[in-house]
């Protein structure tokens, strides 16, 4: 099992994701890890080579600025496009990036290629269980596309049941769809006809609309969205989370004695939140309905976050689901 | 002054509503207030008429699961048509429901109208300053439309820098559109051409994307989206912040002692957090863009929401905003 790794993508490169990968080296000595990247660089952060490490020098670099398409086809030495090849031929399993979000998503899409059928490869992301050790829900499309139709969302249902059984081990997941209300008619022209496809739909379990503000309620293994929405739902989970946590710092470092020694006490249960909020533990996001696994993480990544997320890249290679995806695919014209 | 009260419209109607107008009527002497339902019921939560009170019966009710036009067509002996049709005759210069938010849009369209050259009415709320004093963030379109369109989101820019101006006194209120990201070139097909519109918009100051993490930070006066994605972000920040608040107090109550002691000492914060995260001290949500007031809140709505959005009621009536709006979309086809 070998992972390709753009050693040279988001803010902290190559430092935490050389980091990260030292780390998921010696953690699992049966993987191989290729960094593609400016080798002296990468090689600071490196005390020793671990013999399951390899470096290949990558000149270039694209950046978080850089057009998406234009970029891939313009920086054939970049890091990025050198390591995105090195799975399309065959060489690595898997490709992880922190980096340019869109040109990942180009590169997984014209380098390395569409499954057979797919009309629209998605962002997958995984929910955090928040209310108790239950498994996570498979949410998609996280904003690969920004004009989803109904056949995509239906496509991504597809996609999204196939991760939920063969990664989180559930034998028959419940596939619902976000919408701005639960009956059956709500919604705009696309959710209407995307669940209409996914009502008739004979591979999955669709179990109807599901809200926004049921996400963290165990309601659904995979929430189907179209990109546009789903992406500003996460975002809008981020903002809210991310301001609550500010105000509590804010009330305990101007609220005297009593709420600093009561914040003190308290810590545990924020902590304890906290990690349950980390989406870092539970890996990035996956780019589904392309011919390899691709996945990335946020470029405000963290060395934490990249083993995780290279640890989720060895399971779901394990997992086999992407070949059993290609199978399904070409069988049946989804 | 007057205000139409659908006294029926709720899951905890008449009482609350009731109490609600009752408190009202107290704090502003100078207001009248009609409650529309049946007659009966009403006086059971009033222990003696207030001279600004008047009850007139209505016999039939809108429910929840109640067809939203089809119900304003064929109850018209409803309480909330009743009431509405008082606003249309100019009996009274404010409607407010808790009822059937689809059923309420409908009558404010079918019944009160919308303005002169606006294509489609928006439901409009305001997120509350969660930083410090600073002012709410206008938000439309809260979901009065599951299929907008770029013409429509130019619109009701338009309409919620008015509301800014007029009721929050913000002298050039900024206007921003909720995108998938902040580049000018990013968005759906709808968002980018909304973009435009925005733009090149003289009535409004826009100052460009802003992503649903950022709703909270004071970074606009007016965010304006489509019906749809501003429906699913208001629902995913309510979820959070309701999974946050059970997971910490499933924590105090599982953590033992300690936890215990901490959770006692740290209620001031929570409680102060809890506040500035209650929408029902700023008022309800306006259905924007017809020739009249119409709010609402939720359907679990208690008497103090009633209470604040009747105030709130008060407060854009004194601002004569709408008689503004009518004027400007009659002087400049808008």
């Given at each position: 099992?070998?992972?390709?790794?753009?050693?040279?993508?988001?803010?902290?490169?190559?430092?935490?994701?050389?980091?990260?990968?030292?780390?998921?080296?010696k953690a699992f000595?049966?993987?191989?890890?290729?960094?593609?990247?400016?080798?002296?660089?990468?090689?600071k952060y490196?005390?020793?080579?671990?013999?399951?490490?390899?470096?290949?020098?990558?000149?270039?670099?694209?950046?978080?600025?850089?057009?998406?398409?234009?970029?891939?086809?313009?920086?054939?030495?970049?890091?990025?496009?050198?390591?995105?090849?090195?799975?399309?031929t065959g060489r690595n399993d898997a490709l992880f990036s922190a980096g340019n979000t869109g040109a990942l998503l180009a590169a997984g899409t014209l380098i390395i290629g569409r499954i057979k059928n797919i009309q629209r490869p998605a962002l997958m992301g995984m929910i955090?269980?928040?209310?108790?050790?239950?498994?996570?829900?498979?949410?998609?499309?996280?904003?690969?596309?920004?004009?989803?139709?109904?056949?995509?969302?239906?496509?991504?249902?597809?996609?999204?049941?196939?991760?939920a059984k063969a990664v989180n081990q559930i034998d028959t997941p419940r596939v619902a769809l976000l919408n701005n209300g639960t009956e059956a008619n709500k919604g705009s022209e696309v959710t209407a006809a995307a669940y209409k496809l996914?009502?008739?739909?004979?591979?999955?379990?669709?179990?109807?609309?599901?809200?926004?503000?049921?996400?963290?309620?165990?309601?659904?293994?995979?929430?189907?969205?179209?990109?546009?929405t789903a992406n500003a739902v996460l975002k809008a989970i981020e903002g809210t989370a991310k301001t609550i946590f500010n105000i509590t710092k804010d009330s305990i470092k101007s609220g005297g004695m009593k709420s600093k020694f009561g914040a003190l006490l308290f810590k545990d249960i924020l902590s304890d939140l906290k990690d349950?909020?980390?989406?870092?533990?539970?890996?990035?996001?996956?780019?589904?309905?392309?011919?390899?696994?691709?996945?990335?993480?946020?470029?405000?990544t963290n060395e934490e976050a990249v083993f995780y997320t290279l640890k989720q890249a060895k399971d779901v290679l394990e997992s086999q689901v992407i070949e059993e995806l290609k199978q399904v695919m070409q069988d049946e014209n989804n």
């Amino acid at each position: 099992m070998r992972i390709a790794i753009d050693a040279m993508g988001g803010d902290n490169a190559p430092k935490v994701i050389v980091q990260g990968a030292e780390r998921a080296a010696k953690a699992f000595p049966e993987v191989t890890f290729e960094l593609f990247g400016k080798e002296s660089e990468i090689k600071k952060y490196l005390d020793q080579l671990p013999s399951n490490i390899e470096i290949s020098h990558a000149e270039e670099i694209i950046s978080g600025g850089d057009d998406p398409v234009r970029s891939i086809r313009s920086k054939k030495e970049s890091s990025m496009v050198l390591a995105a090849k090195s799975v399309k031929t065959g060489r690595n399993d898997a490709l992880f990036s922190a980096g340019n979000t869109g040109a990942l998503l180009a590169a997984g899409t014209l380098i390395i290629g569409r499954i057979k059928n797919i009309q629209r490869p998605a962002l997958m992301g995984m929910i955090p269980d928040m209310t108790g050790d239950g498994k996570p829900t498979v949410f998609l499309d996280l904003g690969a596309n920004s004009d989803s139709k109904a056949e995509h969302i239906n496509q991504h249902g597809v996609l999204g049941s196939y991760f939920a059984k063969a990664v989180n081990q559930i034998d028959t997941p419940r596939v619902a769809l976000l919408n701005n209300g639960t009956e059956a008619n709500k919604g705009s022209e696309v959710t209407a006809a995307a669940y209409k496809l996914l009502s008739e739909n004979s591979y999955i379990n669709f179990t109807g609309n599901i809200e926004a503000r049921e996400i963290f309620n165990q309601a659904a293994d995979v929430i189907v969205a179209d990109g546009f929405t789903a992406n500003a739902v996460l975002k809008a989970i981020e903002g809210t989370a991310k301001t609550i946590f500010n105000i509590t710092k804010d009330s305990i470092k101007s609220g005297g004695m009593k709420s600093k020694f009561g914040a003190l006490l308290f810590k545990d249960i924020l902590s304890d939140l906290k990690d349950r909020l980390d989406y870092s533990k539970i890996g990035g996001a996956i780019l589904v309905g392309v011919n390899a696994l691709v996945l990335k993480t946020h470029g405000e990544t963290n060395e934490e976050a990249v083993f995780y997320t290279l640890k989720q890249a060895k399971d779901v290679l394990e997992s086999q689901v992407i070949e059993e995806l290609k199978q399904v695919m070409q069988d049946e014209n989804n």
